[in-house]
């Protein structure tokens, strides 16, 4: 295996990226690393991965059209996982 490239799931930086911009948005609720955890594995088990090699320049335009398609759907899933997460947080 050449170890410049490398396997990644492009959802989980789509899906950071959506959250970070919605908790932005969002007052009152838990905003640790453990609770923006929770609410990316809920996200990330709701959508589809989306895997890709990294270290390809070209590979930038097609993700950003993926990016534009998935968008409501991200947004969606990220929303009702800052809901449920936020409601029912794992730490004191
Ligand atoms: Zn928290």
Partial sequence: MDEKFEIKNYMEKMVKKNLESQL????NICKCDRCKLDMMAYALNHLPPKYVVTDKGSIFTRLQELEVQMNADITREVFKAIELVSKNKRHK
């Fill in 24 to 27: 932005e948005k969002r007052n």
